[in-house]
């Protein structure tokens, strides 16, 4: 699964994100990803968002500081940008960027 909540307005959002995925047999997720984020607006097309997020991977679980951007560039491109920072220092990225191709 892939899931996105939110409650808020356009200028503030506490927002929910969660994915993964379960195998049949024992009560066991092999991915689990959970985020907690607080997004602000800062320009017509882009929000700022920081929070954390929790992972349950087969070993320990795991958190991080989240801290990113998300939003609408030119020419339709919707960006979605993140940076972690686990509970032991290690950082991480990763970036997100859809387009629409329209085929008449």
């Not at 047999?25 to 882009?46: A, H, K, M, W």
């Amino acid at each position: 699964w892939d899931g996105d909540a939110f409650v808020g307005t356009d200028e503030w959002k506490l927002r929910l994100q969660s994915e993964g995925e379960y195998i049949k047999g024992p009560d066991v997720f092999e991915t689990l990803e959970n985020q907690l984020l607080v997004q602000r607006l800062v320009s017509d097309f882009f929000d700022i968002k920081a929070g954390v997020r929790f992972d349950t991977p087969d070993g320990p679980d795991r958190t991080y500081a989240v801290i990113g951007i998300q939003g609408l560039a030119p020419q339709w491109f919707e960006v979605d940008a993140d940076l972690f920072i686990s509970e032991k220092g290690d950082v991480s990225a990763r970036l997100d960027v859809d387009y629409e191709l329209l085929i008449t």
